[in-house]
């Protein structure tokens, strides 16, 4: 977003009724703002009313630049509580949203669509929100379902496609094997109907193919999987090649790496994320990214040298992940004290990190990983 959607000349026009400010949530600095406005999703938008801090707009995920003009003269009307009967239970449902209420969020936008009349400019958003907050209360069949009824009413690519690719997600989840392959075969659809129109993010088409794939590998067509996966790559590389910027272009080599080894041929991509390394030095996402795609290689010597390089520029949580691939890269290697010390470091300094910082998922990870290597250790 920040290469393709901020410098949009729609969003500059604005600069004069906002204050813009971009937060790296895993620099140590920013802790006391993320205790304040805790994240749960990359990227996160907040339209923050500057009169008492109170999040009036929480929006996760991606968003084109129409969108996220819309996102802030939302929030803006929401501070000054204009509009329909529906805007205003759209901005209630967008304040419990903000408060990360999302039970209630849900309840409160299916509200705002229910009093919404036809032709509302709020429908898109509303629909896109109301799926986003069930997903996030791990409602996952309810999440599914909304995604599906509400498919047809939306008008923008972007969002439906958002909403096919957050549903699908949901439908995967859903327990009950009946429910779950009504709702996946309802939804498949729809996600590649989604995949295939024009006016959509990149970001979003990659999660898309990423869904569709997961699908047919749940289904148990792993045919269909791996040739959903040379789509998405090939996708994927296209678009790095359009990209203007070395940085721009570094952005589709996490998904590329996850497209890649579904597809088994990891090493196709490889000279791209050498190529990363060299054209980022100060980043710590390209040998970061080299580090895993090494791993997967069996290339342990040159994953410990990726990961040591990315250490070396990383701060905060991020360090954690790192520190794992370093751990799992001497283990390979036959270096399990070493690996075992390195897990130490890494499950120490995630534990004196505050709270709202805490990369809890990789924190979990590290402590199995230093399990595991005890286990070994222990066995005859």
């Known amino acids: 977003m920040r290469a393709y959607v901020l410098p949009d000349p729609r969003l500059v026009k604005l600069a004069g009724r906002f204050v813009w400010l971009d937060i790296d949530t895993e620099k140590p600095r920013n802790a006391p703002f993320v ?26 995920g991606t968003a084109n630049a129409a969108q996220v003009e819309k996102l802030m003269l939302d929030g803006e009307r929401a501070m000054k509580a204009t509009g329909s009967e529906a805007d205003r239970a759209l ?9 990360r209420d999302h039970f209630e969020a849900a309840k409160a936008y299916e509200h705002a669509l229910a009093k919404s009349g036809k032709g509302w400019s709020g429908t898109d958003r509303a629909t896109e929100s109301l799926v986003q907050a069930l997903g996030m209360g791990e409602e996952p069949e309810r ?8 498919f047809e ?63 047919r590998d749940d289904a148990g067509d792993g045919a269909g999987a791996k040739k959903l996966a040379a789509e998405w790559l090939a996708f994927l590389e296209g678009e790095a090649k359009r990209a203007p910027t070395a940085l721009a272009r570094s952005a589709f080599d996490g998904p590329m ?7 088994g041929d990891l090493g196709r991509i490889l000279p791209r994320l050498e190529a990363s390394a060299r054209e980022l030095p100060q980043e710590y996402v390209p040998p970061t990214n080299l580090a895993v795609a090494y791993l997967a290689l069996a290339r342990p010597a040159d994953a410990l040298a990726a990961s040591d390089r990315a250490l ?10 790192v520190y794992a691939l370093k751990a799992e890269s001497l283990a390979n290697l036959g270096r399990e004290d070493e690996a075992r010390a390195t897990l130490e470091k890494a499950i120490a300094e995630a534990e004196a990190m505050p709270e709202a910082t805490r990369p809890r998922g ?19």
């Open 143 to 150: 999440c599914a379902e909304a995604a599906r009824s509400g």
């Open 362 to 380: 990789y924190l979990k990870r590290v402590k199995a990983m230093l399990q595991g290597l005890g286990e070994t250790a222990s066995a005859p």
């Open 153 to 215: 009413r939306l008008t923008s690519p972007a969002t439906r496609a958002r909403v096919a690719a957050q549903g699908l997600s949901c439908a995967l989840g859903v327990e009950d094997p009946a429910r779950k392959q009504a709702l996946v075969a309802s939804l498949e659809p729809l996600a590649r109907k989604a995949a295939g129109a024009k006016g959509v993010l990149a970001d979003d088409r990659s999660w898309l193919y990423s869904t569709l794939a997961d699908a």
């Open 312 to 321: 070396a520029l990383a701060s905060g949580p991020r360090r954690i992940r």
């Open 91 to 99: 901005a209630e449902a967008d304040r419990l949203a903000g408060e």
């Open 257 to 263: 790496i996850s497209a890649a080894k579904r597809l």
């Open 35 to 60: 205790e304040k406005f805790p994240i749960d999703a990359w990227p996160t938008l907040l339209v923050v009313n500057p009169a008492n801090e109170q999040v009036l707009l929480r929006w996760l």
